[in-house]
């Protein structure tokens, strides 16, 4: 199964690189003004989804783009066709592609890649975190004044009135540095493997992290909402090398 999903997520990659110099704002629609789908992203989840049904007849699918397809099976496969559509579109590296297996609802499996960066994360519960198929832990440095961390504002994006800019103004200058890589399972990738000490973001929806927390997880690392606790992505979502989760979450709490 693993190297099936881990297989079919390159393809879709290889679809990403071919597609991208034919972009134009002919081929993009858009959620509202400023979220926008190109027929990359459309024409990646039905490959995937495809690939999958091929395989896994009887499983579930969620997609970003799709929505839910599929019987009542145990397990449901969460796809994220491209994470970071607004940098693929504008010719940027850091975007993903995230695929994730779960089972009665819990994360068994996930994979994130990054075509432009040649970098495939992929996680087994109980297996630990790989990154092209080295295994991966999270960082160790115990204090903000030492981190880097990123964020994201897909909250200013869908024109929320509760947003991330006074978590922002609060946070960063406690930090070493602030990254802003615009794919939130790319951003839960680079903390599994030590790029960064944590994560933070508001309004997120399942398929932008379902892999990536199984990255965080199996690597070591913690994850919670921004009280602490396990409802995430729905009260905000937080993403540490464990060691600095009380103080960032401290910094939240205090807002």
Same mark, same amino acid.
């Given at each position: 199964? /693993?190297? #099936?999903? &881990? &297989?079919? /997520? @390159?393809? %879709?990659g290889e679809k990403t690189l071919a597609g991208r110099p034919g972009i134009a704002d002919s081929n993009l629609r858009f959620k509202n003004e400023k979220d926008l789908v190109s027929a990359i992203d459309e024409e990646v989840e039905d490959f995937i989804v495809g690939g999958i049904k091929k395989r896994f007849p009887k499983h579930r699918i969620l997609g970003e783009e799709t929505g839910f397809s599929?019987?009542? !099976?145990?397990y449901c496969w969460i796809i994220d066709p491209i994470d970071?559509?607004?940098s693929f579109v504008h010719g940027q590296p850091f975007y993903s592609i995230s695929v994730a297996l779960q089972k009665n609802s819990e994360t068994i @499996?996930? /994979?994130v890649y %990054?075509?432009? @960066? !040649?970098?495939?994360?992929?996680a087994q519960k109980g297996a630990g975190t790989y990154l092209n198929d080295k295994r991966v832990t999270v960082s160790q440095r115990s204090k903000l004044v030492n981190s880097v961390l990123a964020t994201g504002f897909a909250c200013l994006r869908a024109g929320k009135e509760e947003n991330n800019l006074k978590y922002f103004n609060e946070i960063v200058p406690e930090l070493r540095g602030i990254r802003r890589f615009g794919s939130a399972a790319l951003d839960l990738a680079f903390v !599994?493997?030590? #790029? @960064?000490?944590?994560?933070?973001e508001l309004d997120l929806q399942l398929y932008d992290i379902a892999a990536g927390i199984l990255l965080v997880t199996e690597a070591g690392g913690t994850v919670s909402d921004f009280n602490g606790l396990n409802c995430f992505p729905q009260q905000g979502t937080v993403a540490t090398n464990g060691y600095t989760h009380n103080e960032l979450l401290n910094l939240l709490k205090s807002v």
């Open positions: 199964m /693993v190297e #099936y999903i &881990k &297989k079919l /997520v @390159l393809d %879709a599929g019987g009542d !099976s145990e970071g559509t607004t @499996l996930g /994979v %990054a075509p432009r @960066l !040649s970098d495939m994360f992929c !599994s493997c030590g #790029y @960064l000490e944590g994560f933070w």
